[in-house]
């Protein structure tokens, strides 16, 4: 009964993604047609228009047209080739999960190289950008331009460890690749409903209390995507815990101080302060939850593996707010920011950044557990670790 439901949860979870995916490709794709052409159809602005209402979008978008116009090429390259990537993620899934291998191997290549020219133009887009220019300003460029690294970099070990034989440590790189390209999508489904608990505010404002929770939400999903498609109790070679009682305790304290820091900062800030500070502990505080009654369940259960990856990514998490405290200094001497601004930047990359930590931790992990049957193995025999795919 137990594993029916999880297989209904599975089905569910993806058809979700699919959906959300394939219903904004469209919209990814025609976004800075009105940019190029006044008058073209954009179905983006449309919907939101009448979800919301025209002069809300009419309102934020009018900021746009220079900063747009300016990168306009690379821009569209991006736009086009994202929607396209929004596709290709659902397809990826499904030839993996019906072992597709070779379908999967050609649609993989397409995938990397449309990553890579996609976030070209991104790039290219933000150095031709001041950070004080973007939409809601300096913070929110400070978030495209490290979800920028952390999608390319991302991808970048998905394909080494494709190459390296280590399918398992693939999955979760495309995994986590995948979950900085949904910011996209998640990003304009939070302009449309956050307006009704928030009525009154500007899309800038909407979009800024929406980077303080979606880059951990993104990871986060990730992390729970390659939980559920790991089903291996134990991985051989791993043995022990590279996160032990001592270092979760001092991470959790460290991390524990880094809050009040944060929340002490946040409410200096008055009314916009509460905001922003909500829309980061609420799903910050459910991460936690998750992750630490993953690591439990899989402790009573006599799943090591499972145990040993959950409290790897709890460690991370714990020590996300120790990031955020300690780039708010950096950012604001750096790019000469006020403290407020600092802050939001901070806060809104601490949980992506070190969850991309995390998951680079357990990628060690597993090939450490690789080299030491390596070495215990007898002449001429290469033990077969990581070798089999996790997804069933």
């Given at each position: ?75 569209i390259v991006h736009s086009v080739l994202g929607g ?309």
């Amino acid at each position: 009964m137990r594993r029916g439901a999880k297989g209904r949860w599975r089905r569910g979870a993806a058809v979700a993604v699919t959906v959300l995916c394939v219903a904004y490709a469209p919209i990814a794709m025609t976004e800075l047609w009105p940019y190029a052409r006044p008058g073209a159809p954009a179905f983006g602005e449309w919907l939101l228009g009448r979800t919301v209402s025209p002069r809300y979008v009419a309102d934020a978008l009018a900021t746009r047209i220079g900063p747009y116009r300016h990168s306009l090429v690379p821009m569209i390259v991006h736009s086009v080739l994202g929607g396209a990537l929004m596709l290709l993620g659902p397809a990826q899934l499904f030839t993996a999960s019906r072992r597709r291998t070779r379908l999967h191997r050609v649609l993989g290549v397409v995938f990397a190289v449309t990553v890579y020219a996609s976030m070209a133009g991104a790039a290219l887009y933000l150095a031709r950008t001041a950070p004080e220019d973007a939409f809601s300003g300096a913070a929110f460029w400070i978030v495209l331009a490290t979800i920028l690294a952390g999608t390319v970099l991302s991808v970048t070990f998905g394909v080494l460890a494709a190459v390296g034989g280590y399918p398992d440590l693939h999955q979760r790189w495309m995994l986590l690749c995948y979950g900085y390209l949904l910011t996209a999508p998640l990003l304009r489904l939070e302009w449309g409903a956050l307006p009704r608990l928030m009525p009154g505010l500007p899309m800038t404002e909407i979009n800024l209390v929406a980077v303080q929770h979606l880059g951990s939400l993104v990871v986060f999903g990730a992390l729970i995507a390659s939980r559920t498609l790991d089903r291996r109790g134990e991985v051989p070679g791993v043995t022990g815990s590279w996160a032990p009682l001592p270092v979760r305790g001092a991470a959790q304290l460290a991390g524990a101080a880094a809050l009040v820091w944060i929340v002490r900062s946040y409410l200096d800030l008055g009314a916009r302060g509460e905001r922003l500070l909500v829309a980061y502990l609420l799903p910050y505080a459910v991460a936690c939850a998750v992750m630490a009654y993953g690591a439990r369940r899989a402790d009573r259960e006599g799943r090591g593996w499972a145990r040993e990856e959950w409290r790897l990514h709890l460690t991370g998490l714990a020590l996300a707010p120790v990031l955020s405290v300690g780039a708010v200094p950096v950012l604001e001497r750096g790019l000469d920011l006020d403290r407020g601004t600092a802050l939001s930047a901070g806060v809104a990359v601490g949980c992506g950044m070190l969850a991309f930590a995390a998951t680079a931790v357990v990628s060690l992990r597993v090939m450490y557990a690789r080299e030491l049957l390596k070495r215990a193995a007898p002449a001429g025999r290469t033990p077969a670790v990581g070798v089999s795919s996790p997804v069933a």
